[in-house]
Nanobody
């Protein structure tokens, strides 16, 4: 059974930082592209960042330079370091495993999501 479990969310003031973690089990982790998506209330789930099997990373433009995605294949984990957080970053953040891309349909496995709230 494939499981993705996120941790590290919470409440932070604008300008602050958080680090999200996602541990994957039940899959050969180093074969997957790993990604973070987010969904704010009343909005569609959107791509935030992804990292390939060979550690190439790409980002949603509005988080470029503030967020950093990384992975540790030995720990079956992917991370999202979020700096200079803004109230508009408030959302439920999801970890996902797939083959490529920025669309939700390209990812087969999802975590349960974790809340990130940025106060102004």
């Amino acid at each position: 059974q494939v499981r993705l479990v996120e941790s590290g969310g919470g409440l932070v003031q604008a300008g602050g930082s958080l680090r999200l973690s996602c541990v994957v089990s039940g899959r050969t982790f180093n074969r997957d592209v790993m990604a973070w998506f987010r969904q704010a209330p009343g909005k569609e789930r959107e791509f935030v960042a992804a990292i390939s099997q060979n550690y190439a990373a790409y980002y949603k433009s509005s988080v470029q330079g503030r967020f950093s995605i990384s992975r540790d294949n030995g720990e079956n984990s992917v991370y999202l370091r979020m700096n200079s957080l803004k109230p508009e970053d408030t959302a439920v953040y999801y970890c996902a495993a797939g083959t490529t891309g920025t669309r939700t349909s390209q990812y087969d496995y999802w975590g349960q999501g974790i809340q990130v709230t940025v106060s102004s």
